[in-house]
């Protein structure tokens, strides 16, 4: 019997369509599930891919009907049932064969399991994989993670079966052990910002200016034509233009404002802040669908607590275009800093350029701007900086001004806008040569003698509130 190329455990939503599409590719795919009963009737339901699937219940079966080297791939959770597939599977293993894990997962844990395996001389993957269903199925944007040898077996599949932008697969190997899963991590903060974004100027088209959610879904979709073009975009203005079929209102009018979240956008928050950047845009999202829970309570303060000012003019739907692009330049920004810090603090030697390549077609953020950014990373900008790339600062220096008037109306008009304010403040800090952290250290000094450098003289130093004979701490 033909040995398959690669085995897929977990059939979910997107295990079924990675092996579909592999099997399109003429990829001869081995596949498990937990729940047995479910393999037959994929099997069944794959049509003229059937012969290229090869269902096995049994995982020693799975396992031994896979050419050598090995690949297995596992679409499950990645916490706790990953490790304890890994244990099972492991055992069952020769020197050389890869796991790969393509859900979303916490690159320190990739990172782990990529230690562990390697001692047992078995090569671990993390591969993140963006674009939903249709993605998986047709054309997703992949990251890789991995040794050189895991990545030699696995590239002709991925390359085959990933999303291409003018003919360059949207798949690439970003580095060793957990730089795949980083990087999609820091993917889905990207996409939390974006999502806010959206979300905020809907609500201040909505708030501000009792606008109906089909003539927004009109601006999202005319803004899509233009510089904002993206799929977020796309998908926004056919969200609007949605009917509820039961009560033939606006679907969006019928939804709960309660969002769920599966903690990838916080992982980025953690991380960022744990390498000393600052990824505001992606916090002020996760805060908005974490608070978002509390209808209760929300409901509640609208009643009790005042805006305590008057209702501004919402500022023209040109300068609403403009601050969207601003602050969405400023928070893909924002991502690209904490995964060049990553990169240093983890040897990783990401290509950032390649990233945003990758980025361009198959993922949730796919837009027209990744190409910009990709462009812009290339000329080496000053201090690694994405802002100071010139194409990138000529950009927002013309669309500042419009995203400064918009949090300024959302400010007060007593509207919510934390992503936009969040990216803009950020903006503002980069943008002061002399900041006010010497009176954090003069603070830091006074109460805990941590010291502190001067302008004038090298050395630590301690403030006239201090005992001068005192060494520094
Ligand atoms: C993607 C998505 C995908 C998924 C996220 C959404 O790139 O295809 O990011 O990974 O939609 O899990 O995350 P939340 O459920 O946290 O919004």
Redesign the pocket.
């Known amino acids: 019997m033909t040995k398959a190329d690669i085995g897929i455990y977990g059939l979910g939503t997107m295990g079924s369509a990675l092996a579909l599409n592999l099997a399109e590719k003429a990829f001869d795919v081995a596949v498990s599930n937990r729940e047995a009963e479910w393999l037959a009737p994929f099997v069944e339901e794959a049509g003229g891919l059937a012969p290229r699937i090869h269902a096995h219940a049994d995982l020693a079966e799975f396992i031994s009907a896979l050419k050598p080297p090995r690949l297995v791939l596992f679409m499950i959770p990645s916490g706790a049932p990953l490790d304890q597939m890994i244990a099972s599977v492991a055992p069952l293993l020769d020197a050389g064969d890869t796991l790969i894990d393509a859900g ?1 997962a916490d690159f320190n844990d990739t990172r782990r399991r990529f230690k562990d395996l390697s001692q047992k001389g078995l090569h671990f993957v993390g591969m993140g ?4 269903e249709e ?1 998986a199925r047709h054309g ?1 944007s992949l990251m890789i993670g991995g040794s050189a040898p895991s990545w030699k077996r696995l590239s002709p599949m991925v390359e085959a079966i990933a999303a291409s932008y003018e003919g360059q697969p949207c798949a690439a190997h970003l580095g060793p052990d957990g730089a795949g899963h980083f990087v ?1 991590t820091v ?2 903060g990207i ?2 910002a974006d999502m806010q974004i959206i979300a905020e100027v809907y609500g201040l088209l909505r708030d501000g200016a009792d606008w109906d959610a089909a003539r927004i879904g009109r601006v999202f979709d005319r803004w899509n034509a233009g510089p904002l073009q993206s799929y977020l975009v796309e998908i926004t203005a056919q969200v609007l233009a949605a009917t509820d079929p039961e009560t033939e209102v606006p679907a969006v009018d019928v939804i709960k404002d309660k969002a ?6 916080r992982w980025t928050v953690i991380e960022a802040l744990k390498l000393g950047q600052s990824a505001s845009g992606v916090e002020a999202a996760v805060g908005a669908r974490g608070w978002s829970s509390d209808i209760a309570l929300r409901d509640t303060a609208s009643r009790v607590l005042e805006a305590g000012t008057s209702a501004q003019e919402l500022p023209t739907l040109d300068d609403l275009e403009r601050a969207f692009e601003a602050a969405r330049i400023l928070s893909h920004a924002q991502g690209f800093a904490v995964l060049q810090a990553a990169s240093e603090a983890f040897e990783w030697d990401l290509d950032l350029a390649r990233v945003a390549e990758i980025w361009r077609a198959g ?2 953020i796919r837009s027209a701007l990744l190409d910009d950014l990709a462009e812009a990373i290339r000329t080496d900008p000053p201090h690694g900086a994405l802002v100071l790339a010139p194409a990138i600062s000529q950009r927002l220096n013309a669309a500042i001004p419009s995203l400064r008037r918009v949090v300024a109306a959302a400010v007060t008009d007593g509207l919510p806008a934390p992503a936009m304010s969040a990216v803009l403040s950020w903006y503002d800090s980069l943008r002061q040569a002399r900041g006010t952290a010497n009176v954090i250290q003069a603070q830091r000094d006074f109460f805990g003698r941590h010291g502190f450098e001067r302008l004038d003289q090298p050395g630590a130093h301690h403030g006239p509130w201090a005992d001068p004979e005192d060494p520094v701490s």
């Not at 994989?129 to 939903?132: A, F």
């Not at 769920?260 to 956008?265: L, M, Y």
């Open positions: 979303n994989v963006s674009g939903g993605g997703p999609k993917h889905n996409e939390y769920g979240q599966k903690g990838t956008g993922c949730i």
